[in-house]
């Protein structure tokens, strides 16, 4: 997959690129990133990016023109989806990343300041997305979360597909406690069940977890059960 992610700090995605899941999937050539400084698109010595709302208000707003150019400058005329990420958009979630998952290709835009002017939104922009209800300095943050969930879906990022379908909010429920050795800490002992080998039991001990699990947090998942 080929990600170019157009922002005014692309300097603040280097270390997310160069570690962990993410670097691994950057080195074997699974994922590409192309990191884009909206600033070399600006028009003026001072490298503007921003002006004054038309109608006033307070905040500044992100001038369409270097916008433009940077996203055209990598679409070339093809039909790429291009992400915006502001707390106006559709809420993320997992289905969201699952779908774009299936993408070879795909441009990812951070804001700053108050908003991007809406003629960008009107001409170029195909999906916005919101991590969540409040509000952030910048699109830097929901970019690298929206990157980091999509690369642990691209085949051959995780040794254990498996794995990856059985998170939380992949099954509709949050996902249930696990445990590793020693099989006692602190007093604490690993349930008998997941000792026992029987695999039967151990799903069905898991997936009653996930339930109570998910009506204390999110009862709000097992609306539809
Ligand atoms: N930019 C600022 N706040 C945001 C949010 N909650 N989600 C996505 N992009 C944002």
Redesign the pocket.
């Known amino acids: 997959m080929n990600i170019s992610i157009l922002s005014i700090f692309p300097g603040v995605f280097t270390d997310f690129l160069a570690v962990s899941m993410i670097g691994k999937a950057v080195e074997d050539g699974i994922l590409t990133v192309n990191l884009i400084n909206i600033r070399d698109y600006a028009h003026d010595k001072h490298k503007t990016t921003d002006d004054y709302p038309y109608g006033g208000g307070p905040g500044m707003i992100m001038k369409p023109e270097p916008l433009y150019e940077a996203i055209q400058d990598v679409r070339r005329d093809r039909e790429i989806p291009v992400i915006y990420?502001?707390?106006q958009?559709r809420l993320l979630h997992q289905s969201i990343i699952n779908a774009y998952s299936e993408s070879t290709e795909l441009i990812l835009l951070c804001?700053h300041y108050k908003e991007i002017d809406q003629r960008i939104r009107d001409l170029l922009i195909t999906d916005e997305?919101?991590?969540?209800?409040?509000?952030?300095?910048?699109?830097e943050l929901?970019a690298m979360i929206f990157v980091d969930a999509v690369t642990r879906l691209l085949p051959g990022v995780l040794n254990d597909l498996e794995s990856a379908l059985s998170d939380s909010h992949q099954t509709g429920l949050l996902g249930c406690p696990h445990y590793t050795r020693p099989p006692e800490f602190m007093g604490i002992k690993v349930p008998d069940v997941l000792l026992s080998g029987n695999h039967e039991k151990i799903a069905s001990w898991r997936r009653q977890k996930a339930l109570e699990i998910t009506r204390k947090n999110r009862p709000d998942l097992l609306k539809d059960e």
């Open positions: 990420f502001t707390p958009g804001g997305i919101s991590i969540g209800d409040y509000v952030l300095s910048g699109g929901p």
